[in-house]
């Protein structure tokens, strides 16, 4: 079974709400957690790094009040997009920084209407 | 930023025939990984290279790391429709490990017709 389990895989939410994705590891411990979006046709680009207990790393651009990321515990990152609107519609997906470089999450498709 | 190209950005061939695919990159790397992904999911891993390493070969793929170039090749032989997705290469930095930051190439889609 799944290894890292990611939710919701699908959502679609109205412009203005906020969405919260959640990516847990199961039978390990994952201190670091990276997120990544991709957009359709397009490649994964890396937004965040989330570390566990501390503030998360945002990559360039990406704006850190409208991707709040919690790294509470040793098995649970969040990736909460507030304030969604239409152009952050696109699959959003987990990797933890442990375990092994098979682990992902099977994804987010968030579509914004 | 994206770390690299990918070549072709879409490939069409027949079952039964080989397809390649070609990465660059563009910094000093520790490993370079290929991920496949169907439509719309998830990615499989398919194969780890590292930096010190110039070839290796699980089941029908191949994949061969030219550092000096910065480029990659990912070989899948004898190839079957269930093939058909698209084709990520992804490099950690030199200095990292295999489980750290990953940057993506651009993908190659692969169809395969039966």
Redesign the interface.
Known sequence: GAVVSQHPSRVICKSGTSVKIECRSLDFQATTM?W?RQFPK?????MA?SNEGSKATYEQGVEKDKFLINHASLTLSTLTVTSAHPEDSS?Y?C????????F????T?LTVV | S?QGEEDPQALSIQEGENATMNCSYKTSINNL?WYRQNS??????LI?IRSNEREKHSGRLRVTLDTSKKSSSLLITASRAADTASY?C?TGPAGGT??????????TILTVHP
């Open positions: 990276f990544y397009q490649s994964l680009m890396l790094t699959f997906i990797r933890p920084g442990q375990g092994s470089e098979a992902f999450g099977q994804g498709r | 994206q990984q719309g999911r998830g990615l499989v891993h780890l990520f992804a295999s489980y750290g930051k990953l940057t993506f190439g651009q993908g």
